[in-house]
C-alpha cells in the first residue's frame, strides 16, 4: 500500500514510526514548517521530520496545504493508495481528501463522537471521563465528523496528561497498522457519527489553566492532572504564579474562604476549595524547578492563611 503521511506532534511520530516498522510504503511525509527557538537562535524539527529523517523518508513541509497547486500535482504523480492524517495542523482541501482511491483517514485520540477537536487528551481527564480511546476514521470536510472505521479503549485511572498521550499514541498506531489491511480488503463497514452525542474539545490556552478555588477538589485535581506537563495549573500566590503540579482530594470540610492555605508539612499543602480540602504535593514557582512542598519547605516558607486565587 502506498502512503503519504501528514503528522505534526510527538503522537503522530510514535504512528509514522510503526507505519514504517509495519511495512508500508511511506512515499513522503508531510508536516509543518521548522520553528526557530531561543529567540531565533536554534531551528527545531518537528517530531515527526526527526522520525521521517531516521528512516531516510523525503519530507515535504508547505507553509499551506490549501490552493497548493504544487503540492497536489506533486501527490498526483506519485499516486498514493491512502493518505494518514494524525495531528498534522492544517485543514486539507477537498482535492487533497479525494486523491487517493482509499481516501483520508485520521487517527484521532477520542472515542467519537465524543472530544472532537485539538485537545481531546487533556479533556478527556479535565471533564472526568473513565474511559477514553482512538478512533481511526475516514476524513471528511468537516472537523473530526468523517465515519468512523475501527476504536480502541484505554482506561484514563490515574494518568496524568502526559502519561496518557504515551498510552493513546501506542495504542493509535497499533491499531492503525491494524486497520489498514482491513480497509484495502474492503472488509472494514465505516460507521457514521452521531452528531447528537458529540462533544468538542477546542485549542488548551494557558488561561484554561488558572484554578478556580471554589470548584470542588476532585475538578481541581483533574485539572492539574490534565494539564500536566503543558501548560500546567496555576494560581496566583502574593503577586507570585505558583504552577500546581499533584495533589489529592481529602474527604474533609471546611469553611475557609476558597484558596485559603490551611496548614503546610511533610505530607504536603493544604488548600480550601468547594468546601473542602485539596492536598497539593508538587509545586513549581516562577523560574524555577517543580518540587515536592515538602523539600520546598526545607528553604522556604508559605504561611497558614495565604490565600491562593
Request: hydrophobic share 40%; proline share 6%; charged share 25%.
Given at each position: 500500500?502506498?502512503?503519504?503521511?501528514?503528522?505534526?506532534?510527538?503522537?503522530?511520530?510514535?504512528?509514522?514510526?510503526?507505519?514504517?516498522?509495519?511495512?508500508?510504503?511511506?512515499?513522503?511525509?508531510?508536516?509543518?514548517?521548522?520553528?526557530?527557538?531561543?529567540?531565533?537562535?536554534?531551528?527545531?524539527?518537528?517530531?515527526?521530520?526527526?522520525?521521517?529523517?531516521?528512516?531516510?523518508?523525503?519530507?515535504?513541509?508547505?507553509?499551506?496545504?490549501?490552493?497548493?497547486?504544487?503540492?497536489?500535482?506533486?501527490?498526483?504523480?506519485?499516486?498514493?493508495?491512502?493518505?494518514?492524517v494524525?495531528?498534522?495542523?492544517?485543514?486539507?482541501?477537498?482535492?487533497?481528501?479525494?486523491?487517493?482511491?482509499?481516501?483520508?483517514?485520521?487517527?484521532?485520540?477520542?472515542?467519537?463522537?465524543?472530544?472532537?477537536?485539538?485537545?481531546?487528551?487533556?479533556?478527556?481527564?479535565?471533564?472526568?471521563?473513565?474511559?477514553?480511546g482512538?478512533?481511526?476514521?475516514?476524513?471528511?470536510?468537516?472537523?473530526?465528523?468523517?465515519?468512523?472505521?475501527?476504536?480502541?479503549?484505554?482506561?484514563?485511572?490515574?494518568?496524568?496528561?502526559?502519561?496518557?498521550?504515551?498510552?493513546?499514541?501506542?495504542?493509535?498506531?497499533k491499531?492503525?497498522?491494524?486497520?489498514?489491511?482491513?480497509?484495502?480488503?474492503?472488509?472494514?463497514?465505516?460507521?457514521?457519527?452521531?452528531?447528537?452525542?458529540?462533544?468538542?474539545?477546542?485549542?488548551?490556552?494557558?488561561?484554561?489553566?488558572?484554578?478556580?478555588?471554589?470548584k470542588?477538589?476532585?475538578?481541581?485535581?483533574?485539572?492539574i492532572?490534565?494539564?500536566?506537563?503543558?501548560?500546567?495549573?496555576?494560581?496566583d500566590?502574593?503577586?507570585?504564579?505558583?504552577?500546581?503540579?499533584?495533589?489529592?482530594?481529602?474527604?474533609?470540610?471546611?469553611?475557609?474562604?476558597?484558596?485559603?492555605?490551611?496548614?503546610?508539612?511533610?505530607?504536603?499543602?493544604?488548600?480550601?476549595?468547594?468546601?473542602?480540602?485539596?492536598?497539593?504535593?508538587?509545586?513549581?514557582?516562577?523560574?524555577?524547578?517543580?518540587?515536592?512542598?515538602?523539600?520546598?519547605?526545607?528553604?522556604?516558607?508559605?504561611?497558614?492563611?495565604?490565600?491562593?486565587?
Open positions: 500500500m502506498k502512503t503519504v503521511f501528514m503528522g505534526t506532534p510527538d503522537f503522530a511520530a510514535v504512528v509514522l514510526d510503526s507505519v514504517v516498522k509495519a511495512g508500508f510504503e511511506v512515499g513522503y511525509v508531510i508536516t509543518q514548517p521548522d520553528k526557530a527557538r531561543d529567540r531565533g537562535k536554534k531551528i527545531q524539527f518537528t517530531p515527526v521530520k526527526e522520525k521521517a529523517l531516521e528512516y531516510g523518508l523525503e519530507v515535504l513541509q508547505p507553509e499551506k496545504v490549501r490552493g497548493n497547486a504544487a503540492l497536489l500535482e506533486q501527490l498526483q504523480e506519485y499516486r498514493p493508495d491512502i493518505i494518514i494524525v495531528a498534522y495542523g492544517q485543514i486539507l482541501p477537498k482535492e487533497l481528501l479525494e486523491l487517493p482511491e482509499l481516501g483520508c483517514v485520521n487517527v484521532h485520540a477520542s472515542l467519537l463522537p465524543k472530544l472532537r477537536g485539538a485537545s481531546p487528551i487533556q479533556n478527556a481527564i479535565v471533564t472526568g471521563e473513565t474511559v477514553t482512538v478512533t481511526i476514521m475516514q476524513m471528511g470536510e468537516g472537523l473530526d465528523t468523517g465515519d468512523m472505521l475501527t476504536k480502541v479503549e484505554v482506561e484514563i485511572g490515574r494518568m496524568n496528561g502526559e502519561q496518557l498521550h504515551d498510552a493513546l499514541a501506542e495504542a493509535g498506531a491499531l492503525l497498522v491494524e486497520t489498514l489491511p482491513k480497509l484495502e480488503s474492503g472488509s472494514i463497514t465505516p460507521i457514521p457519527q452521531d452528531d447528537s452525542q458529540s462533544t468538542y474539545a477546542g485549542l488548551i490556552r494557558k488561561a484554561d489553566g488558572k484554578i478556580d478555588f471554589r470542588t477538589p476532585e475538578e481541581i485535581e483533574r485539572l492532572r490534565g494539564f500536566d506537563p503543558w501548560p500546567g495549573a496555576f494560581c500566590c502574593s503577586g507570585t504564579v505558583m504552577k500546581l503540579w499533584a495533589a489529592q482530594p481529602l474527604n474533609q470540610t471546611c469553611e475557609q474562604e476558597p484558596g485559603t492555605v490551611l496548614r503546610t508539612g511533610e505530607e504536603g499543602m493544604d488548600v480550601s476549595c468547594g468546601g473542602r480540602i485539596l492536598r497539593v504535593t508538587e509545586i513549581q514557582m516562577p523560574g524555577k524547578k517543580r518540587v515536592f512542598v515538602k523539600d520546598y519547605l526545607r528553604g522556604n516558607s508559605i504561611a497558614a492563611g495565604t490565600l491562593l486565587k
